[in-house]
């Protein structure tokens, strides 16, 4: 998906151009250049042709990419609160294992200060860690004197208040 969004250093900063010029540099058709417009890419709309300022088109092709990022990218966790994923504070993240094969990463958002959870199969863990500092809880020293089962609600009841 995002192999196919042109690289952004195509729009040279110091360069304006039209939608023609915009779609050739960028490898993409004119209509997909509208589309960005629609999207919220800023033109000069006092002036015919459109004209799209280079570093604001560079800008946008890299939000573009960065929104396009599947949200569950090596080492982040989505914050709900925030609508983005988030590297944690300090990395620092726990793995809660629900069953014997996966579990859900918990971890706190460093800009709102939300618990973060990301669902996990052990398998994959080692490929999405990136660089996170994973501890890995037992369920057993979680759950205390309780005879509940471990659930993934509990530990949501324990971390908020
Ligand atoms: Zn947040």
Not at 100 to 110: D, E, F, K, Q, R
């Amino acid at each position: 998906m995002s192999a196919r969004l042109p690289n952004p250093q195509r729009a040279k900063i110091h360069r304006n151009y039209d939608v023609e010029e915009a779609a050739r540099i960028c490898g993409v058709h004119r209509n997909t250049v509208r589309q960005w417009i629609k999207q919220g890419l800023p033109v000069c709309d006092d002036r015919r042709p459109m004209i799209v300022l280079g570093p604001e088109l560079r800008a946008f092709l890299q939000a573009k990419r960065t929104r396009n990022k599947c949200p569950c990218g090596p080492g982040r966790i989505y914050c709900m609160r925030c609508r983005t994923p988030k590297v944690p504070a300090g990395n620092m993240t726990d793995y809660l294992p629900s069953t014997s094969t996966g579990g859900t990463l918990a971890a706190i958002c460093p800009d709102c200060g939300s618990m973060m959870y990301r669902r996990v199969s052990l398998a994959k863990l080692a490929s999405i860690r990136g660089e996170l500092d994973i501890t890995m809880t037992q369920a057993h020293s979680r759950i205390g004197e309780s005879a509940q089962p471990f659930v993934n609600s509990d530990y949501k009841q324990e971390h908020q208040l």
